[in-house]
């Protein structure tokens, strides 16, 4: 008696099988595409008249642990943190910030020639950096900030020890004007600048 209707419960399960299989894209979570973004400070000032004739090597930034990935690190709350597996530095944070800084103070004319860190050529002076921040903080919707903190040290090794002759810190929080990932990273952009400003300003001083 029972046979016809497990014959036909057999027929509705096997044809419903063959379409989830010929359907099966389509069942797929689709997720978002992954966008690399790359944060540049555009150096638009006059060169130095005169420079040193010191040679500076940048050396490989440091960069805080929470930090230190490519993807973008986003503050929620006082202690809450996100990171973002779409949207992300082109390249890791330490080799940006090292090039971007490289570039800027070879611009300056600050001092004869800046060196990378994998140059073998001999400087008079080095260089280096610690990033202390790096995160868009959206723990507030009406004042969105791109924050980016950067500790610097310049050495001399024109003395039989390494010399430290300048050191100081730098934040900078950028308003933004919305969520979008490319919003944060122009604002990064802006806060370098600021940041690498305010630094060639002091190291201009002194060699005064």
Same mark, same amino acid.
């Given at each position: 008696?029972?046979?016809?209707?497990?014959?036909?419960?057999?027929?509705?399960?096997?044809? &419903?099988?063959?379409?989830?299989?010929?359907?099966?894209?389509?069942?797929?979570?689709?997720?978002?595409?992954?966008?690399?973004?790359?944060?540049?400070? =555009?150096?638009?000032?006059?060169?130095?008249?005169?420079?040193?004739?010191?040679?500076? =090597?940048? =050396?490989?930034?440091?960069?805080?642990?929470?930090?230190?990935?490519?993807?973008?690190?986003?503050?929620?709350?006082?202690?809450?943190?996100?990171?973002?597996?779409?949207?992300?530095?082109?390249?890791?944070?330490?080799?940006?910030?090292?090039?971007?800084?490289?570039?800027?103070?070879?611009?300056?004319?600050?001092?004869?020639?800046?060196?990378?860190?994998?140059?073998?050529?001999?400087?008079?002076?080095?260089?280096?950096?610690?990033?202390?921040? &790096?995160?868009?903080?959206?723990?507030?919707?009406?004042?969105?900030?791109?924050?980016?903190?950067?500790?610097?040290?310049?050495?001399?090794?024109?003395?039989?020890?390494?010399?430290?002759?300048?050191?100081?810190?730098? =934040?900078?929080?950028?308003?933004?004007?919305?969520?979008?990932?490319?919003? &944060?990273?122009?604002?990064?952009?802006?806060?370098?600048?600021?940041?690498?400003?305010?630094?060639?300003?002091?190291?201009?001083?002194?060699?005064?």
């Amino acid at each position: 008696m029972n046979r016809p209707h497990v014959s036909f419960s057999l027929r509705f399960g096997t044809a &419903l099988a063959a379409a989830l299989l010929a359907g099966g894209c389509s069942l797929k979570k689709q997720y978002p595409a992954k966008q690399t973004f790359l944060v540049e400070a =555009r150096r638009t000032g006059d060169a130095h008249a005169s420079s040193s004739p010191g040679v500076l =090597r940048v =050396r490989n930034f440091q960069v805080a642990a929470p930090f230190e990935g490519k993807g973008f690190v986003y503050r929620t709350s006082e202690l809450g943190y996100q990171t973002d597996f779409y949207h992300e530095f082109l390249v890791a944070p330490r080799a940006l910030l090292t090039e971007q800084t490289r570039q800027w103070l070879g611009a300056s004319s600050l001092f004869r020639f800046v060196l990378g860190s994998g140059s073998n050529a001999d400087a008079t002076h080095n260089l280096e950096g610690n990033v202390l921040a &790096l995160f868009g903080d959206y723990r507030e919707s009406a004042s969105r900030q791109a924050v980016l903190a950067v500790e610097f040290f310049l050495t001399s090794e024109q003395s039989t020890s390494l010399e430290i002759i300048f050191h100081k810190s730098y =934040r900078q929080e950028i308003p933004l004007e919305d969520r979008a990932p490319e919003s &944060l990273a122009k604002g990064w952009g802006k806060a370098l600048e600021q940041i690498l400003t305010a630094l060639e300003q002091d190291l201009a001083k002194l060699s005064k």
